[in-house]
């Protein structure tokens, strides 16, 4: 099994996620965490993780933050802006 939490990306894994969402659209989400999504640290980080998905893996490209006191967090892109 890969490590857990990932400590190296370059590693090419892909892990299975079990998990229960609160689910949160429209006015709901804050305008700080669309910013967030939209800077270009975030798109960046994003991008390198839509190219390391191998083709036809069925994987979803995710950027997980080390924040330490913080917490670990994982923001996965499930699905392509319409």
Do not use: C, I
């Not at 090419?12 to 939209?38: C, D, I, M, N």
């Amino acid at each position: 099994m890969p490590d857990l939490p990932p400590t190296h990306e370059e590693k090419g894994h892909t892990y299975s996620l079990l998990y229960r969402p609160e689910v949160k659209s429209g006015a709901q989400v804050p305008a700080s965490f669309r910013k967030f999504l939209a800077s270009e640290w975030f798109r960046k980080a994003l991008s390198q993780s839509e190219r390391a998905v191998p083709v036809g893996s069925g994987a979803k490209p995710a950027v997980f933050m080390d924040m330490g006191r913080e917490g670990r967090w994982l923001v996965v892109r499930m699905q392509e802006a319409r």
